[in-house]
């Protein structure tokens, strides 16, 4: 039996390359997809040098790729492509999560892998797929707020914010050229601001995702400022990251 949650009509499944060196892994992974009707397995490998012939036919959507490879390792296969096809990792070590979503991977599956974590990094894979296939919304996006400053209110544009920093009732805006204080709570700030584009990073800071210069280790690093991040925090960072290039593809 099959699954396939939602269906969408006239939805093609989506061609998946499985890339492992391993057999039995492969055939795992092969065996899940042949489990979900949105999915289908246009070919496996057990190289990535395989799989590059595969790529260049340009009729992959998905990849199913494993890190430790001989010769190339899937990190340094992904790295190569141009514009490589949505990727999601498989390995048996979690300390390369960090470095994956670095290079914009959907997901990544730590060995052995579940069922379970399996269908929905294929979710957020097809979430992604579907995207990709409507046509973006056209219609212009209202990117200014209104802050109070004493008794009047001041017209500012959210897009040139690099960053808040949060001072109790009070809130520091900065800006490329200047800093701006404002009677106003992080909270309410961070109901008002798009979710999409802001993201709260540090109970002190809600930074502007489009103007991160670098991550690295437990700090951002915004128009030479370097801000903290919470340790629980930072995955979801990266992943909101990845998430937002992936929609801007």
């Known amino acids: 039996m099959s699954l396939n949650p939602n269906p969408v009509s006239n939805e093609s499944p989506m061609q998946c390359l499985v ?3 391993e057999p039995l892994a492969r055939e795992g992974i092969i065996d899940f997809i042949a489990k979900l009707d949105f999915l289908q397995v246009a070919g496996t490998c057990s190289t990535a040098m395989e799989a590059s012939e595969y790529i260049q036919k340009g009729n992959i ?19 190569s492509l141009e514009h490589p096809p ?9 300390e390369h ?3 994956g979503y670095r290079l914009q991977i959907v997901d990544y599956l730590l060995k052995p892998i ?14 992604f797929y579907l995207m990709s296939l409507t046509p973006k919304n056209p219609r212009p996006i209202d990117t200014f707020l209104y802050v109070r400053q004493g008794d009047c209110f001041l017209k500012i544009s959210w897009v040139d914010i690099l960053y808040i920093e949060g001072m109790q009732n009070y809130a520091k805006l900065h800006f490329k050229d200047r800093e701006l204080v404002i ?7 961070e109901e008002t ?25 437990g700090r951002v690093f915004i128009n030479g400022q370097e801000l903290p991040i919470s340790r629980t925090r930072r995955e979801d960072l990266l992943k909101e990251v990845v998430y937002t290039k992936l929609l801007s593809r």
């Open 183 to 189: 009677h106003q709570t992080m909270i309410s700030l």
């Open 61 to 79: 959507d998905l990849l199913f790729l494993d890190i430790n490879m001989p010769y190339l390792s899937g990190l340094e296969f992904l790295e």
């Open 193 to 217: 601001l798009p979710g999409d584009n802001f993201f709260r990073i540090h109970k002190s800071f809600l930074i502007n995702i489009a103007h991160i210069d670098s991550v690295s280790g």
């Open 97 to 99: 999560a960090m470095e």
């Open 19 to 21: 890339i492992d060196d």
């Open 114 to 127: 579940t069922f379970k974590r399996f269908y929905q990094a294929a979710l957020k894979a097809r979430q």
């Open 86 to 94: 949505l990727t999601i990792l498989t390995t048996a070590y979690s």
